[in-house]
């Protein structure tokens, strides 16, 4: 069959559709895969092809990571659940995951941006190094719910239009149990153990061997300490270019130790080492000051209002009207034509009034995903990151920032 001639299954498609014009006059379709129109091929790899894609159901682009012939679709949907249960601003966000056509696939958030090689050159050894604690800072969260890279190279880290670095590829995912659900977030006194690679082409060693870590050369199983080697390769190599600074130095040394045992204890510890070099985006400044008077200013009236029991109206408000919405609410709500889109920043906004933070961000979230320039949806996941760490923040403050003219 010409399935199992071709290894991409859109080119099976196209020449289908092809002899059938040439036979029949049949006209060209537009390709899909579920509901989403194909447009474009922007990848490949040994196991899955990634096309540019358009969902017409929510007006964005994302990125279909779709397993050719005789892949493995338990390994995709693996990286999907995996993927799902991961909110960081540093990594990227899956959406969807099914099956077309005896394929699975999987929706992704498509990020538009340089790889991080791309955009280093020209670049101070201080901006490389800030790229760098982004992406170590999202791996530390993906090994904390338990799971391993396993492929944490230049080409799988993008930074975006907001000028944040995104890991983007997870195509070698792996857990500790192959044939169940990602398990809980661990702490750093219950380090995981990966086990071997159960879930990568048969008799391959899993990774790219110019950035792989040396003890899996011999057959050792994937940890959270390789995929730090790989980061600290990734650093060693985009910094190679005059003189670096002794933090650099002494984070790649130990990154990159032969002996796993000798290496930062998390990628937390890594960006810890490496965030005093100095950041290049100063610039920032004073729009997070103006962000913390935001923050401040929604606590404030949070707390004035906590002595009074809201209707249950105030707490659902889908179904009210806004009449008495109040004032700072009113202001955040604005700046989208898209009516669902303005009525779910509400419901975030008034989630993140009473300390709902998952509804806050469910309703942020939903908002941008009906009208991805909703700038005051971004202030909103501002707000919510930021009473967390200020580098969770920074990437929606840079996308609000961008957008302020609709503030």
């Known amino acids: 069959m010409i399935e199992d001639a071709i290894a991409d299954p859109l080119d099976a498609e196209r020449v289908k559709q092809e002899v059938a014009r040439r036979l029949f006059g049949a006209p060209i379709a537009p390709l899909r895969i579920g509901r989403f129109e194909v447009n474009e091929r922007i ?5 899955s092809v990634v096309y540019r894609a358009h969902d017409p159901e929510l007006g964005r682009d994302v990125a279909i990571k779709l397993l050719k012939a005789g892949g493995r679709s338990e390994r995709l949907r693996r ?3 995996v993927l799902a249960k991961l909110r960081h601003p540093n990594v990227v ?7 077309w056509r005896e394929h699975a696939f999987v929706a992704l958030e498509h990020v538009v941006g340089s790889t991080l090689d791309a955009w280093a050159q020209g670049r101070s050894h201080d901006e490389i190094a800030a790229r760098v604690v982004e992406v170590a800072r999202g791996l530390d969260t993906v090994h904390r719910l338990g799971v391993v890279h396993r492929d944490v190279k230049p ?5 975006d239009a907001s000028g944040a670095a995104r890991l983007i590829d997870f195509g070698l995912v792996t857990d500790d149990t192959p044939d169940a659900d990602v398990p809980a977030a661990t702490t750093p006194d219950a380090p995981t153990k990966p086990s071997a690679p159960t879930l990568t082409r048969d008799g391959a060693i899993p990774g790219t061997p110019r950035y792989m870590a040396p003890e899996l050369q011999g057959g050792a199983p994937s940890t959270p300490r390789s995929d730090q080697h790989s980061l600290g390769v990734t650093l060693d190599e985009l910094t190679r270019s005059g003189a670096r600074a002794p933090a650099i130095e002494r984070v790649i040394a130990r990154a990159t130790d ?3 045992a000798r290496r930062f204890e998390d990628l937390a510890s ?6 005093p070099t100095k950041s290049p985006r100063g610039s920032l400044l004073p729009a997070m000051l103006a962000l913390v008077a935001v923050i401040a200013l ?15 109206s105030a707490l659902a408000p889908s179904g009210a009207t806004h009449e008495d919405d109040p004032p700072w609410i009113v202001a955040l709500v604005e700046g989208s034509d898209h009516a669902e889109a303005r009525e779910a920043q509400r419901r975030g906004l008034f989630a993140y009034r009473t300390g709902d933070d998952g509804g806050a961000l469910a309703g942020f979230e939903g908002a941008l995903a009906l009208d991805p320039t909703y700038g005051a949806a971004e202030l909103g996941l501002a707000m919510v990151y930021a009473q967390g760490t200020v580098h969770e923040a920074r990437p929606h403050l840079a996308r609000a920032v961008a957008a302020r003219s609709t503030l």
């Open 93 to 99: 966000t899956v959406y969807e995951v099914g099956t």
């Open 258 to 260: 032969r002996d796993p």
């Open 79 to 81: 990286e999907a659940r």
């Open 270 to 275: 890594f960006a810890d080492a490496l965030a």
């Open 155 to 159: 080409a799988n880290i993008v930074v």
């Open 298 to 312: 929604g606590i404030g009236l949070a707390f004035v209002w906590s002595s009074r029991t809201p209707e249950p």
């Open 43 to 47: 990848g490949a790899g040994g196991m």
